[in-house]
C-alpha cells in the first residue's frame, strides 16, 4: 500500500512492489496475482483504514466539533503524511472514471463517508447547531467535497494555517447563527 500510495499505479514497478514487500516475484504472483489485484486490495485496505479513521473523528459530543475534527485531520498530520497526500485522491486523478473496480471502491467508501455526514448534520441541526434550512445530503456533499480540497491543498504544500482556515470557513457557513 505505501509504494503505491507515493507512486500511483503506473509509476509502480513490479521491482518496486517486490522491494517494498520485501518478496519474491513468484510469492507476489501466487498470492495477489497481478499488478492490479495488488492495487485493488491496497487502495481496499486504504480506503477502509482512511473511512474507518474519519468516522472515529465524528464521535465527537458537537456536531460542529465532529465535522471540524473530520476536516482537520490531513491539517493535524506530519508532514511525511501530508505530502504523500490522499491514496483515493490520487486514484481519482490517476484512474479518472476509466477503471470501474477503482470507482467501485472509492464510490462504496465516499457513500459511506456521505451518509454518516448527512446524519451529523441532521442531529446538529436538531441540536440547533447547524442552519436549520440546509439540505443535509447537500451540505454533507459539500464538507467531502471541501475535505478532498483540503487533501490536495496539503499535498500541495498549504501551511497548517491555511488549512485550519479553510475548514474554520466551511463550518461557518453551517453553523446557526
Known amino acids: 500500500m505505501e509504494v503505491f500510495w507515493k507512486k500511483g499505479f503506473e509509476a509502480t514497478s513490479t521491482d518496486d512492489l517486490l522491494a517494498g514487500m520485501g ?49 482537520l485531520q490531513i491539517a493535524t498530520g506530519s508532514a511525511e503524511h501530508q505530502a504523500k497526500g490522499c491514496m483515493g485522491v490520487s486514484a481519482v486523478s490517476e484512474f479518472g472514471q476509466l477503471d470501474e473496480d477503482v470507482n467501485r471502491i472509492l464510490a462504496s467508501s465516499g457513500m459511506l463517508l456521505e451518509s454518516t455526514l448527512e446524519r451529523v448534520i441532521t442531529d446538529g441541526q436538531q441540536k440547533g447547531e447547524i442552519k436549520p434550512l440546509l439540505q443535509p445530503r447537500v451540505a454533507a456533499k459539500f464538507i467531502a467535497s471541501t475535505l478532498l480540497g483540503l487533501k490536495v491543498s496539503a499535498k500541495g504544500g498549504a501551511s497548517q494555517q491555511d488549512l485550519f482556515a479553510v475548514a474554520d470557513f466551511a463550518l461557518e457557513s453551517l453553523k446557526n447563527a
Open 23 to 71: 518478496i519474491g516475484r513468484q510469492s507476489m504472483y501466487d498470492t495477489f496475482g497481478d499488478k492490479r489485484q495488488l492495487y485493488l486490495e491496497a487502495l481496499q485496505l486504504y480506503v477502509s483504514d482512511s473511512i474507518g479513521n474519519l468516522l472515529l473523528c465524528m464521535r465527537a459530543e458537537s456536531s460542529l466539533q465532529a465535522i471540524r475534527g473530520v476536516l
